[in-house]
T-cell receptor, first 114, second 116 residues
């Protein structure tokens, strides 16, 4: 079954600290993996998109890694800020007959505190 | 601001009723996607339209239907509403059909539907 599992489910860190969020998937075959940031009550915003051949991609203080062999990805946030408080969603795309299908993880809820 | 607009922002209705949610994609985008996000649940893909035609179908109930008009805006119709249909409904748009899997989707602000 094609699934995307994220851990931890929730996380609280102090402002300025670093953190790493995990994503494991069983989706196959694989097109790409995306990380989204979703503020409460708002639509998700794309942070990174990685294909099979990419193993790291950065977007400012966000760095995503991908190990397609073990089907694992991580999102590392450095020097966290209060505005980083949000849900972070891992999404895996797989090719189907008519296009690509996205499978969404349930997200990691991050809270950054003073 | 993603450039994707959704109306209304909030909708409160009763069980058994029918509602219509509207989405306008970003300028130039041909694909529209609809998603449902229930409380504490992940995003569930409902349906995709590309240039006016249905492109992909996800976990969309038979009570739900959608269409994309010639001006590329889309509507999601929800009928015979049940309490469990209360959720955030997001629309996203992308330039391509998503066939290469790389098309980035831009999400709208969502419509919060409450069924009482």
């Amino acid at each position: 079954k094609n699934q995307v599992e994220q851990s931890p489910q929730s996380l609280i860190i102090l402002e300025g600290k670093n953190c790493t969020l995990q994503c494991n998937y069983t989706v196959s075959p694989f097109s790409n993996l995306r990380w989204y940031k979703q503020d409460t009550g708002r639509g998700p915003v794309s942070l990174t998109i990685m294909t099979f051949s990419e193993n790291t991609k950065s977007n400012g203080r966000y760095t995503a890694t991908l190990d397609a062999d073990t089907k694992q990805s991580s999102l590392h946030i450095t020097a966290s800020q209060l505005s980083d408080s949000a849900s972070y969603i891992c999404v895996v795309s797989r090719p189907t007959g008519g296009g690509n299908k996205l499978t969404f993880g349930t997200g990691t809820q991050l809270k950054v505190e003073l | 601001d993603s450039g994707v607009t959704q109306t209304p922002k909030h909708l409160i209705t009763a069980t058994g009723q029918r509602v219509t949610l509207r989405c306008s994609p970003r300028s130039g985008d041909l694909s529209v996607y609809w998603y449902q996000q229930s409380l504490d649940q992940g995003l569930q893909f409902l349906i995709q339209y590309y240039n006016g035609e249905e492109r992909a179908k996800g976990n969309i109930l038979e009570r739900f239907s959608a269409q994309q008009f010639p001006d590329l805006h889309s509507e999601l119709n929800l009928s015979s509403l049940e309490l469990g249909d209360s959720a955030l409904y997001f629309c996203a748009s992308s330039w391509g059909s998503g066939g290469d899997g790389y098309n980035e989707q831009f999400f709208g602000p969502g419509t919060r539907l409450t069924v009482l």
